[in-house]
């Protein structure tokens, strides 16, 4: 799929990506992105990261707020040590 839309970058070298952009990729929040730079053209792309597969699995553990809260912190931090 191609698509061209013509953004303004501000004095602090910000720009909008316009809404129908961010709808191809599923953006809907605030997310990371990564900025490649090749030759004399510029690339953006998302970054995506473990929390983006909420929902995409799923199982049989039934947790508690509380619970799933704990196990996140704990797999956060273990898994930082890791990376």
């Known amino acids: 799929?191609?698509?061209?839309?013509?953004?303004?970058?501000?004095?602090?070298?910000?720009l909008t990506?316009?809404?129908q952009i961010l709808g191809h990729f599923g953006i809907k929040r605030?997310?990371?992105?990564?900025?490649?730079?090749?030759?004399?053209t510029i690339?953006?792309?998302?970054?995506?990261d473990f929390w983006d597969l909420g929902g995409a699995l799923t199982?049989?553990?039934?947790?508690?707020?509380?619970?799933?809260?704990?196990?996140r912190v704990k797999f956060t931090q273990d898994w930082a040590d890791k990376v």
């Open 59 to 71: 199982g049989k553990i039934r947790l508690t707020d509380k619970q799933l809260k704990q196990a």
């Open 1 to 14: 799929m191609y698509m061209q839309q013509i953004v303004s970058i501000t004095d602090q070298g910000q």
């Open 43 to 48: 690339i953006v792309r998302p970054k995506r």
């Open 17 to 19: 990506i316009p809404k």
């Open 30 to 40: 605030r997310v990371k992105a990564i900025i490649e730079l090749q030759d004399k």
